[in-house]
């Protein structure tokens, strides 16, 4: 257990809908991940939170968003949603914003959209 | 830009036999490497990671790495493969201050054979 959580555990969803993932991060730890895990795309980096502010940005699409709360959990919205979106989407997070710091991983989230 | 190739998307040994997965690197120095593994419907648990302190980096489970910048590899090894290392393994690198996101090789799928 790495002590990120992540809820629901499982998401199924028609296209064209709106989704909500939550993610809350190791008890101390500032730094949130999300990532997508897709066949075709592999693991990919979407966006990262420190301490309640946008600090990077990686292949997220428009349609997708996220923030990171005053208690430090965060939410990952899917909008508009397309077929293509189905995948497991990951967070992860880490105690600083320090160099070469390890990241811990959440059990994950499956998102089927139909 | 950091990137890392993963030789191999399926790896066969057979059960006493060593392990060894490959990763090369791309990076600016210093690149920070690490090892994860994915078990079947679970998250990314962290096996090691390199920071340069040591270039050869023990992990759980008997794993070991050995970072070679002259060969720009990261690859991983155990003496003895157990039914239970049976995973999706991936090679991650991340950068400096600044740009610690994770990115991922396309990752190695061990299967063990009895």
């Known amino acids: 257990d790495s002590g990120v959580t992540q809820t629901p555990k499982h998401l199924i969803t028609a296209t064209g809908q709106r989704v909500t993932l939550r993610c809350s991060p190791r008890?101390?730890?500032?730094?949130v991940y999300w990532y997508q895990q897709s066949l075709d795309q592999g693991l990919q980096f979407l966006i990262q939170?420190?301490?309640?502010?946008?600090?990077a940005k990686g292949n997220i699409l428009e349609r997708f968003s996220a923030q990171q709360f005053p208690d430090l959990h965060s939410e990952l919205n899917l909008s508009s949603l397309e077929l293509g979106d189905s995948a497991l989407y990951f967070c992860?997070?880490?105690?600083?914003?320090?160099?070469?710091?390890?990241?811990?991983f959440g059990p994950g989230t499956r998102l089927t959209v139909t | 830009a950091q990137s890392v190739t993963q030789l191999g998307s399926h790896v066969s040994v057979s059960e006493g036999a060593l392990v060894l997965l490959r990763c090369n690197y791309s990076s600016s120095v210093p690149p920070y490497l690490f090892w994860y593994v994915q078990y079947p419907n679970q998250g990314l648990q962290l096996l090691l990671k390199?920071?340069?302190?040591?270039?050869l980096v023990k992990g759980i489970n008997g794993f070991e790495a050995e970072f070679k910048k002259s060969e720009t590899s990261f690859h991983l090894t155990k003496p003895s493969a157990h039914m239970s290392d049976a995973a999706e393994y991936f090679c991650?690198?991340?950068?400096?201050?600044?740009?610690?996101?994770?990115?991922f090789g396309t990752g190695t799928r061990l299967t063990i054979i009895p």
């Open positions: 992860a997070s880490s105690p600083a914003r320090t160099s070469g710091g390890e990241q811990y």
């Open positions: 991650a690198v991340s950068g400096d201050f600044g740009n610690e996101k994770l990115t």
């Open positions: 939170y420190y301490n309640g502010e946008e600090r």
């Open positions: 390199y920071t340069s302190a040591a270039t």
């Open positions: 008890s101390g730890d500032l730094s």
